[in-house]
């Protein structure tokens, strides 16, 4: 909004170049338009926070500008005939993801959205100790990270904290953890994952990763998409994105995360892309963390649609990185790989309707949970919506959404479960029917 006449005043630099300005605390804004006043010169010129180019106009008493280019100081020139600068000056600008609407309803709800991505840290992020550097981050696990970067890039710059620390402690293989901590000294997690390879304590910090999950590498990859976006650094995603391609090949060639059998991601059995594991007769046992644990030879894998979908974005959002980068045969790997990864999900999933929760990699085996599987509306079908699926498989999901509305069981808060229906069994007293992701009604989804 431009500033009312009472609070404008003309600033003059000593020689002939006028801004007109509010007095006194006043930053611009991308897209505001300022007025120039220019007695004598030819020309202006107005250079960014970065030093480039990006307005020029004849001089005159009354010039319009509409502030653009990058943030920081802005500079003003007033040029002679000769090119030369015969006066300047500099103002602000800096930008604030805001919405501004006539009885302020929609100002207050963007308030109110902004608030929840806060999460337990007072100010929006916490830190995560490595290496002696400290590294901001939403939440310290990299799925809730980069689900909370989606909005968190347009409020904060501290999305590619946490990216930056899991690239340095990127294992060998190109696992990603999926948590970071400070380092609390030994405990659960070096006898219960440690001997698996799932948890390791270096340099003041704890990583961890929950063995069942195989979302990590695709959440690494889309946060580091999202942190590049919010901020063009080039530099910085030239130095991070070998990291990606790192995480992306451990999934397709770790025989605990890659079906060789049906050509997709696989996992334990999980609701959704939760981390904790079905409770039955294919249950394998462990010494500690049984609900987590994962054993390439005696688990009993099976296709998680969502996975899939995840990987296959991950695969387009890092060719996108790759092109940008001038690596045009590597991007082309991944983008053909997405590909081939959406049509064989949806080859063995896609009922026409949503996708199915799970399918088992052996087909011998036969759960006894209490519910048709085979009828199950599980939440990553809200997901696959900004994933890249195809325009018709998007529209059958969002009217499978509407009757699962109209047809919701009474004091039913929404139609957006975990997963519908519930299971009878095999998930234990905190996962109860209708509780948490066995049938619980999320916001998230």
Known sequence: MPPSPAAIHHVASPLRLHLVRPARGWTAQPLETLTLCAAGGQTLAVCDGAGIEYFRAPAAPEVSLVVGGALGDHTVRLL?????????LTFAVDARTSVRDEGRQFE???????????????????????????YPCFVHWILDHSHTAKGMQYFSPDTPGLVELLALAQRQDGMIWSNANRDPGPGYWDSAYGPYGYARREKGCLLVRQPVENHCEYNFVDAMYLAWKASGDDPWLGRHVEAGIKALDYTVNDRARWSSKLGLLKRGYTIDSWDFQVQDQYAVDFPLGTEQLIDPDRTKFGVFFGDNHGYALAC??????????????????????????????????????????????????????????????????????????????????????????????????????????????????????????????????
């Open 80 to 88: 002679d005939e000769q090119n030369q600068t015969v006066d300047q």
């Open 108 to 134: 207050e709800l963007l308030q109110i959205l902004h608030r929840t991505m806060y999460g337990g840290y007072e100010g929006g992020f916490g830190e995560v100790p490595y290496e002696g550097r400290k």
């Open 316 to 445: 387009d959002q890092l060719a996108e990185m790759l092109e940008h980068l001038g690596r045009k045969a590597d991007a082309a790997r991944f983008h053909h790989r997405g590909q081939d990864i959406r049509q064989r999900l949806a080859d063995i999933a896609w009922n026409g309707r949503f996708f199915t929760h799970r399918i088992e990699e052996d087909p011998t085996v036969r759960r006894q949970l209490g519910v048709d599987e085979k009828s199950q509306i599980a939440m990553s079908n809200a997901y696959a919506l900004n994933r890249g699926i195809p325009h018709p498989q998007a529209v059958a999901i969002l009217q499978t959404y509407l009757d699962l509305k109209a047809h919701r069981p009474v004091g039913s808060p929404g139609e957006f479960y975990a997963i519908y229906p519930p299971f009878e069994k095999g998930f234990g007293p905190t996962q109860g029917k209708w509780q948490y992701m066995n049938g619980g009604v999320h916001g998230h989804a």
